[in-house]
């Protein structure tokens, strides 16, 4: 796939718009989480430096852009570069779904009185919070230089992240700390199902990248590794 991405992109014409509102939107992103967590995890009050929800805003009027433009590219130029098209589309609509978890975890900010501490799963909740903002500068990468191989080490490290997130889950659910107060255990149960599911839309777009169109959002076919491009 990442192949015709780099041939369809290599000139200016409505599909390459689309790819640089596409960037875009993963920085903006990725503004979002970081302001999104630290209105959870640093502020009693749930502070932010901006209102999430234009943000949010920017980030739905960038899609509609992102489909009209390949809407159009596509029924002026033919269905010779319909696969990088569709494959856009499905990024964006990943890139759409992470700014609403972004949201989501604003809104737990704003319902929780204080600033959220995790408890005995401080240490893990951590790592998880620094992996996935890392991930999202892997991404951006990916899509603005087309690394395939960040994008198969995003995909790899999946089931890690996922994995982790469903243990501290079930271990919330069963009280495995107990002094975690009521609303502060179903604020972090909330939290932990938040990050899984916004690492897992980050996961999706790099499978754009590694994999064939019908395959986006599952893990690579390594039986045709060879033919993919």
Known sequence: MYKKFLELF????????????????????????????????????????FDIYEKDKEINQFERDVRRNVLTHLTVAGVHNVVPGLALVSIVIDVE????????????????????????????????????????DKITKVIANMDVDVAREVMSDHRNISSRCDNMLMEIIGEKDDSLSPGNATTLAL??????????????????IVNPFPRIGFRPNENNAANRG
């Open 10 to 49: 290599g000139k200016e014409n409505l599909l390459d718009q689309a790819y640089q509102m596409t960037v875009k939107m993963l920085e903006t992103d990725r503004e979002m989480f970081v302001a999104s967590v630290e209105s959870l995890r640093m502020h009693d009050d749930a502070k932010l430096p």
């Open 191 to 208: 939290y932990f199902r938040y990050l899984k599911r916004v690492a897992s839309h980050l996961t999706n777009i790099a499978s754009s």
């Open 97 to 136: 779904r992470i700014g609403d978890y972004t949201k989501n975890i604003v809104e737990l900010a704003q319902a929780h009185p204080m600033k959220l501490h995790g408890g005995s799963f401080e240490k893990i909740l951590s790592e998880i919070e620094q992996i996935v903002t890392d991930r999202f």
